[in-house]
């Protein structure tokens, strides 16, 4: 057993992540010989060897990180440089690639080196974090081919969404074909026939599903995904799915959440089935049945859409929520100053105060052209540095977005302070969490004030139940797609469904845990998944990242309202749909000891210093929507209906 050990250490002492320090040439793992050397006789001789081999290959990989984070500032420069010609979209993208494929070759071979280890003879506990990190990878630890195969493939299903594939009634003569995205979502948004929709629902799915595109390239890229558990000795592939949530079943554990907030769910749905059945007759949809799948695809793109089908709690006029747009204008004048307030709220939570240095060179505004559609703003991590491109737009929407990228660009100096590898969120989607809690305190009526938008503190009772049964659609409706939309693909990952039961399978997730139906019979020779589905195929943007922040944010909001006293529960005056936890020194301190750690500790650790808990809960959502709860239930008794479906069966199996 010594003389194998000594082998390993001979090993990690040869293999070494990226370049030679002489030549510059890439370094191959190469046969040993037995060396002459006496072995070790202690343990913490090995111990010592492991982790000095160790810490030297971790050594050059931040060194070659560093020259990737190098290239990362170089663009960031270019494309914001003031007073000389920015870098074209072409040049950005030639500079994104670069750093990707850099970045590819040296989290694939650092990992190759690092999966030698044995970390159970690692002493120093930091150390094993970060050979436990970086030894396991997702579909970086693909090979090569195999890795551009399965960038191939996500670029293809970004295309079902975002390529203008589609062409209005079979017709591209008179107009050019439509994308999903935003053009298909927003036609849908502002239709009021169910026509409209059924024609937007099946052309978008036979456009992408034309020879079997849609479901061909959904099998390569699960057959990809399996491959990349296969190299992390993952024989359940989801466990490589789920990698840094480091949790048994995970998936039990967000569907445990899910039943927790079904019965508010019910009525929500109840309500709104009753909504579906007065404005489209045509949709045949029944009293105790599920929601046809065009139209709930309507109501989830309506929910902030002024014109929406469905009534509010309270929809006369004088109860209708203040349009802040106008004064946010006179209050705010520019996105500069958007930015400022942003990063005061922070700075009076006691977290970093930005110097003038980083509001002079590591700020600068997007030109108008460049944000898209979105027009979402970003953060560059590139140590030790970290910048922002902002959207130059000012409205309500973009005020409240900003708080959540300066909780981002917080949680980014926070984790310089960790080695590579540890500084990132303990687990994907925590980041996003965390500024979740900024746009929820800044969307509240208090903070509002508090800029001087708004007059008063809280809004009406009806104006307030108003705004909570939108932020009801937005967020409730949208929580039981996720889950689906990970569930589905982890369970054909795993082999829980086979290729012939896939369009069944997904409508019975679809009956199961959100009551939605298909428009019309269907079989397992369609493939109908959402186009949102798509977009979480990709780990950097997968579902189970979404429903995490989702939930965890309303847990974290919870906490930091309940320590800046701005949430009592039982007080009407202090409701946690309108804490603003700003100026709370409480607060703050939960979220610097989360942020200051980044991934050095277990993402439940890292929770239970704000939360007191190691595991979701539907809890905050549920106090959160208490007073929509409330009407929901005592509404849907008035017009007598029941909650809950019994969808028709619509998708037969042969």
Same mark, same amino acid.
């Given at each position: ?58 050594? +050059?990989?931040? /060194? ?53 280890? &044995? ?5 120093? &506990? ?16 693909? %090979?090569?081919? /195999? ?12 295309? !079902? ?37 059924? *024609? ?10 034309? +020879? ?40 039990? @554990?967000? @569907? ?31 009293? /105790?049945?599920?929601?046809?799948? =065009? ?19 309270? &929809? ?7 349009? *802040? ?7 705010? *004048? ?35 052209? /460049? ?56 687990? =994907? ?27 008063? +503190? ?10 909570? $049964? ?8 949208? *929580? ?7 569930? $589905? ?41 959402? !186009? ?6 990709? =780990? ?34 202090? =409701? ?8 709370? +020194? ?9 942020? %200051? ?15 007191? @808990? %190691? ?11 208490? &007073? ?27």
């Amino acid at each position: 057993m010594r003389l194998l050990w000594l082998l390993v250490l001979v090993l990690l002492t040869v293999v070494v992540a990226g370049e030679d320090d002489s030549t510059g040439t890439t370094t191959t793992p190469r046969s040993t010989t037995t060396p002459s050397t006496r072995a070790p006789t202690r343990a913490s001789n090995h111990t010592t060897g492991y982790e000095h081999a160790t810490q030297q290959i971790l050594k +050059k990989a931040t /060194d070659r990180m560093h020259l990737i984070w190098h290239m990362k500032r170089r663009i960031f420069l270019q494309l914001t440089a003031k007073g000389k010609s920015p870098m074209t979209g072409g040049q950005a993208l030639s500079g994104k690639q670069e750093v990707e494929a850099d970045t590819y070759r040296l989290m694939y071979e650092l990992a190759a080196n690092l999966s030698v280890v &044995p970390v159970a003879l690692l002493g120093d &506990p930091l150390l094993r974090r970060r050979v436990q990190r970086l030894a396991k990878l997702q579909l970086q630890g693909l %090979r090569p081919k /195999d890795y551009e195969q399965a960038k191939d493939l996500l670029r293809t299903t970004h295309n !079902f969404v975002s390529g203008q594939i589609v062409c209005p009634q079979e017709d591209c003569s008179a107009r050019g074909p439509l994308a999903m995205y935003p053009q298909i979502v927003n036609k849908n948004m502002r239709s009021k026939l169910y026509e409209e929709l059924l *024609v937007n629902w099946f052309g978008w799915r036979k456009a992408i599903n034309e +020879k079997e595109l849609a479901k061909s390239t959904f099998i390569d890229y699960v057959r990809l995904l399996r491959i990349a558990a296969t190299y992390n000795g993952h024989v359940t592939p989801s466990r490589t799915w789920y990698l840094h949530y480091d949790t048994e079943n995970f998936q039990a @554990e967000m @569907e445990a959440v899910v039943w927790e907030i079904m019965p508010l769910y019910r009525e929500l749905h109840a309500y709104l089935r009753h909504e579906v059945q007065a404005a489209y007759p045509k949709a045949d949809t029944k009293s /105790d049945g599920a929601i046809s799948a =065009p139209v709930m695809d309507q109501i989830l793109s309506q929910d902030w859409y002024p014109h929406q089908f469905f009534r509010t709690p309270h &929809p006369s006029r004088q109860h209708q929520l203040p349009s *802040v747009h106008r004064r946010l204008e006179e209050v705010l *004048v520019t996105p500069v100053k958007i930015n400022r307030k942003a990063a005061e709220f922070f700075e009076s939570l006691g977290l970093n105060n930005q110097s003038a240095t980083f509001w002079d060179r590591w700020s600068r505004r997007m030109n108008d052209d /460049d944000g898209g559609l979105e027009c979402k703003s970003q953060v560059y991590y590139f140590p030790p540095d970290v910048a922002l491109r902002y959207c130059p737009k000012l409205d309500y929407k973009k005020m409240m977005q900003i708080h959540g990228i300066m909780a981002e660009l917080q949680y980014n100096i926070y984790k310089l302070s960790q080695p590579f590898g540890l500084d990132t969120e303990p687990c =994907p989607g925590f980041g996003a969490a965390i500024a979740e809690t900024a746009i929820l305190a800044s969307g509240t009526a208090r903070h509002l004030e508090r800029l001087h938008i708004l007059l008063n +503190k809280s809004l009406s009772e009806e104006q307030s139940l108003n705004r909570l $049964f939108r932020m009801g659609v937005h967020t409730l409706i949208a *929580v039981p797609q996720y889950f689906i939309n990970d569930k $589905f693909l982890v369970d054909v990952m795993d082999g829980r469904i086979g290729v012939k039961d896939y369009n069944c399978a997904y409508w019975n997730l679809q009956d199961k845990f959100a009551g939605v139906q298909p428009p019309s019979q269907r079989n397992n020779k369609d493939f109908d998944l959402d !186009f949102k589905f798509y977009r979480g195929m990709n =780990p950097e943007t997968s579902n189970t990242k979404k429903f995490l922040a989702e939930i965890l944010g309303f847990q974290f909001y919870r906490s930091f309202c309940l320590a800046s006293d701005q949430y009592r529960p039982g007080d009407p005056e202090y =409701p946690l749909h309108n804490c603003d936890f700003y100026g709370s +020194k409480e607060a703050g301190k939960k979220m610097r000891d989360m942020m %200051r750690l980044g991934s050095s500790r277990h993402w439940r650790d890292v929770m239970e210093i704000a939360t007191g @808990e %190691r595991k979701l809960s539907g809890r905050g959502i549920l106090e959160y929507f208490a &007073p929509l709860f409330t009407w929901l239930k005592e509404r849907n008794k008035q017009l007598d209906i029941e909650p809950g479906w019994d969808a028709d069966e619509l998708c037969r199996r042969d």
